[in-house]
């Protein structure tokens, strides 16, 4: 089993247990539940990434939101322990580091949980883990963010399966031995197909859903993933589209690929 390393999660997944006396914002996770707050989290944010309507902010949150969530599934994977996320013990803070908002996840004191030894017993911690994060920690925090935006909650959880498909393909290259590697893959695919809509708050798994690949914008021999859902970026700055997002045509692309 590797070992916990503070510094890492903090760096990789932005999980600290030290508050910023520089924040712009920072507040309990349970009371960014209620909409007053989370509106005024939102109306903060929003100028910061010059964004023109609030549904951009709403998605921007949600990819932030993450980092802590696939430091879940690294430690639990990686580390085989958890560290437990719940909205009374958890504050987000927003903070400007080297000119781009940023958030923390801050944990002042981390509960650590470690996994059964035994297969059978750690297959049914691994699903506990996931409903406990997934359904009372984070469904909250994105039902709020949805009222407050305007998005539809599914769009936010949209957020999160192509960043998970990049950053599991990254644990797996990252770590060693084999035996890890696979346990990233398995644990990824109980994530993926084993956990029903609820577990969300939705009627699917947010996470099921069909990889589409495309040329890579500066290397024709390489492919990247197309993104799951528009992230709307194209409602900040200069009101331009990713090279990635789904909503835009090949023939777009191709001439993106021409400029590049």
């Given at each position: ?28 996770a349970r009371d960014l539940v209620d909409p007053r707050h989370m509106n005024e989290l939102v109306q903060i944010y929003a100028p910061l990434i010059k964004a023109h309507e609030l549904t951009a902010a709403g998605t ?148 099921r859903v069909r990889v589409r690949w495309i040329e890579d914008m500066r290397d024709p021999q390489a492919k990247v993933r197309l993104k799951n859902q528009c992230c ?29």
């Open positions: 089993m590797l070992e916990w390393d503070d510094d890492f999660i903090a760096q990789r997944f932005d999980l600290t247990s030290k508050t910023r006396p520089n924040a712009l914002f920072s507040m309990k921007y949150i949600s990819g932030w939101l993450t980092s802590p969530s696939l430091g879940l599934l690294y430690m639990i994977s990686v580390w085989n322990r958890a560290l437990t996320m719940r909205l009374d013990n958890m504050t987000i803070e927003l903070f400007y580091e080297e000119d781009y908002p940023q958030f923390a996840f801050v944990i002042p004191t981390y509960e650590i949980v470690e996994a059964p030894t035994s297969e059978a017993a750690r297959a049914i911690w691994l699903k506990e883990c996931y409903r406990a994060y997934f359904q009372d920690f984070l469904h909250p925090l994105l039902t709020t963010l949805a009222e407050v935006t305007g998005n539809p909650e599914a769009m936010l959880w949209g957020q999160f399966p192509t960043k998970f498909n990049y950053h599991t393909d990254a644990f797996v290259a990252l770590v060693e031995p084999d035996s890890i590697k696979q346990q990233v893959k398995a644990d990824y695919d109980v994530l993926c197909n084993q956990l029903e809509g609820e577990s969300f708050g939705l009627q699917k798994n947010p996470f709307l970026y194209y409602k900040t700055g200069e009101q331009k589209y990713c090279y990635t997002c789904p909503r835009i045509k090949e023939e777009e692309r191709a001439l993106m690929r021409i400029r590049a």
